[in-house]
């Protein structure tokens, strides 16, 4: 296990341990040293009872912090071996944990009060039904269920169109195929995917995957039919209930609400698409714990086939139907209707059409908040932040239009590089982006001329990739260069603050030139050669440099071998997201202690504020104590959070 991910499950384990207790933390811990294991392997390992285990197992996966598997069984030469569950921790999940209070924030601004609650009660529980959303975020807002169901359930709508909202992976999943190591495969020189290459081992993974998850990725945005319909009959009674209002006439408000239930039902019907069963929470035959849902599918943005095999991809959406995605109707699973896949969209949801599906409908669906949208929207800000502190507010503009026109085709958060647009289509998307009150008035903007500025810079970060189909010029964003440039810029804020202006002069000088002698870097950078050796030797004891060797003989002695420094980035970008992990470890730790240090005053504080009255006198030396605790728990959690922000750009981003 690499440093970096030791941290990280360091920091998942004490989160899982404070948030559910010592057995569900013990039952992680289990999960991150061993990897995959099953109900008796976690006996064994925890020396726990299985029903302790099972019960620690439900709750992990209710609270998304780790996955279910169903391992099929298989003829084997003792013979046949039964299915069994395995389990697999969750830990990129866990720590998303210090980010909730930035989700919660960044929905309330885009979606409103209604969407904050709805979002909060999932981060709180989990994984809900719908009937459950509703009435635990109408207990919320302390208002009557009947008075804001239908806002509740509009809102719902919204979110699981905008990918916030998604539903919970079925337990039934089979395992993922595991990917060879690549110091494990031969590397071959051929351009193609050769047998045996690292490429062609990743091509295999990839279309290994089961028909389950396939079926799942095409219905993971969907919205059941019952929902919709509610939703729609619900307009239509409040459409007919206008129109008698405004007419007086009772038999056409009821004429005008027949054609929009009719409407309604022919929506439903037309975008309706079946998808996979989920199974009942419960034990499995040979005595896993098996609830329904277990952690989030990979995705994929296409869709199978029309009328040919449901493993079959197709190629990706044409123009038109990548302008069309901001504003095409909810995908509606209704069942027994004829599966359609939806458009492709952010966290992998399918595109383009599909033949019948022959899985049902589930009866129970459990929905949870999916996290990768959130971190999708982040970085995304953190890109236009770079683009107006490089250019100006125009191109932050521009680039904003981009990106939001090309979300819903990417596949995963880490994308590369954003989806091909045309001038045209990155205009239409800034006027509907100003429309709708996301951009200020771009009046008197040449996006053209911004967007050949932009790709002609020397930053390359975004690229002109010939001519559209209206014979305009088309771009794409290079974001894995933008994030490249925003880390590069997060290490060279820590190298100054360490070693100086001049540490930093050198730190550049190495990052721009590659491998240099010492007297070339004094000599560059106008620095003493004394004063270079002390800060070069400084650098490489906190890893930011590298020292190579490069001898004259076989004997390697030092009076005949060349000494010259380097930069990495991939070696000190993984250094530093293992020292972020390390340093929120120890914030999260001490801001515990220090809660732990006041339990006593902490309860009696809580008490009085649930009760509403106030049965005792704080003295003075508790009153120093809570204004001391209330400063350095401000700190603590103020730095928490900035080192999440980090965390996200280094590892999540």
Known sequence: MNTRKQFACDLAIRLVHDQYG???????????????????DLIRGTGMSAHMVKQSLLILIQQNCINAYLQPGEETIRGPRPSVYVYEAL???????????????HIRDEAGEVAEHIVAQLLQEGRLRMDQVLGSVAARMQKPQEEVADSIRNTFISLVQAHYVERSAPCSLP???????????????????????????????????SFEEVSFDKQRFKVPAELALEMFAATAAEAGAAAAA?????????????????KADG???????SGDGEAERGVSPDGDASPEGAGPAVGSKRGAREGGD????KAAPTKKAKMRAGTARPDVAAPGAPARAGGGGAGGSGGGGGGPSPVAEPAVVLWRVNTDEFNRRFRHAAMVALIREKFDEDAAAVVTAMLAAGRPFEGSV?????????????????????SGGTLKSLAGVDVPAVLRTLANDSFDMFTHVGTGPQGSASYVVNSQRIMDLIMLKQVEAVVKCRYDAAGLRVFRLLALRGQLEQKQIADLAMLPPKDTRELLYRMLSGGFVMLQDIPKTNDRAPSRTFYTW???????????AAQLYRAAGRVYQRLKHEMEKEKELLGLIETARETGTVTFTLTTAQRAAAARLKRVSEVMEASLQHLDEMIAIFNDF
């Open 566 to 576: 380097r930069v990495h980035l991939t070696s000190l970008s993984d250094a530093t």
């Open 310 to 313: 449901e493993l079959a991809f």
């Open 246 to 262: 405004a007419a007086g006439d009772a038999a056409g408000s009821g004429g005008e609400g027949g054609e929009a239930g009719q």
């Open 91 to 105: 830990v990129d999940r866990v720590l998303q944990i210090i980010r909730y209070a930035r989700f919660l924030l």
């Open 267 to 273: 929506d439903a019907n037309g975008d309706g698409a």
């Open 414 to 434: 880490k994308e590369e590089r954003s989806v091909q647009l045309s001038e045209e289509e990155v205009e239409a998307t800034a006027q509907k982006l100003v």
């Open 22 to 40: 010592d057995a569900v933390g013990k039952i992680f811990k289990q999960l991150c040293s061993k990897g995959q294991l099953s109900l008796p």
């Open 175 to 209: 395992p993922p195929a595991i990917r060879p190591h690549p110091n494990s495969v031969r590397q071959r020189k051929s351009r193609t995917a050769a047998s045996g290459s690292e490429a062609y081992a990743a091509d295999q993974a990839g279309a290994m995957r």
